[in-house]
């Protein structure tokens, strides 16, 4: 059985995104639609001495436009150095830190030289998931001729990948017309993020789960950071994770 999820690219996002990319055989980055401002697309937070902080990369959309996110380009070029200074400065007393910074600082560095939104996320996503061991298959939405309206647009898109299961996030759940999916021999499958464990987390305070990966990563390491995700923990689970294609 063939397992895909469908999800615009977000920035640095928390671990139940990359547990999300972990459950399925294909992941769509559906970036061919409205780019949505204060959201996700080109922000994430990190825990600071402070508390939250946002992690930002501007972005020349116009406040009432209605640019696709994969047309969303990157203000300036400056953003990157900043926010490594800002992410070094935050996680130098993290226990892997250390290991990591030459990897993220060139990340950050090839980042800087790009311009389009979606580019910038698909290569954080892509290199923290070599990280994290996840060989999971990341495709556009772009690649295919897609037709109908929201929930018929993503039938659709799991039609043409010949997908038996989609898995969805939980807050789909308000608009997407599961029927319809059955109708058409595809199940329907909710993400769930409940029993995710704690781990040592710097700066003190109540511990925080929706924060960028980066957290869990420099706090824990790769190799441990898996042991903290759903979908590695219950991977033996047929009814909750991907089939083996």
Not at 73 to 83: D, E, F, L, M, R
Not at 96 to 116: D, G, I, M, V
Request: net charge positive; proline share 4%; glycine share 4%.
């Amino acid at each position: 059985m063939k397992h895909v999820a469908i999800l615009q690219s977000s920035y640095i996002p928390w671990k139940g995104y990359f547990d999300i990319i972990n459950s399925v055989d294909e992941f769509v980055l559906y970036d061919d639609v409205q780019y949505t401002h204060r959201d996700w697309r080109n922000r994430n937070r990190i825990k600071t001495a402070s508390g939250l902080l946002w992690l930002t990369i501007p972005v020349t959309v116009k406040k009432h436009c209605h640019d696709k996110i994969c047309d969303v380009k990157v203000a300036n070029k400056s953003w990157a150095n900043k926010q490594w200074k800002t992410v070094s400065m935050n996680y130098a007393r993290a226990p892997y830190f250390k290991p990591l910074k030459n990897r993220f600082q060139a990340l950050y560095t090839r980042c800087s030289e790009e311009t389009c939104l979606s580019r910038i996320n698909y290569l954080f996503l892509k290199e923290i998931c070599r990280m994290l061991d996840i060989h999971t298959r990341i495709s556009w939405s772009m690649d295919y001729e897609i037709e109908g309206e929201r929930s018929e647009r993503l039938l659709h898109l799991c039609l043409l990948l010949n997908a038996d299961v989609y898995l969805s996030g939980p807050a789909a759940k308000e608009y997407l017309d599961v029927k319809l999916f059955e109708e058409n021999g595809v199940r329907v499958r909710w993400m769930s993020y409940d029993g995710y464990p704690e781990y040592s987390q710097l700066h003190g305070g109540p511990f925080i789960h929706h924060v960028s990966i980066l957290d869990l990563i420099f706090n824990t390491g790769p190799d441990n950071a898996r042991k903290h995700m759903l979908s590695f923990s219950n991977m033996q689970s047929p009814d909750n994770h991907k089939s083996k294609v």
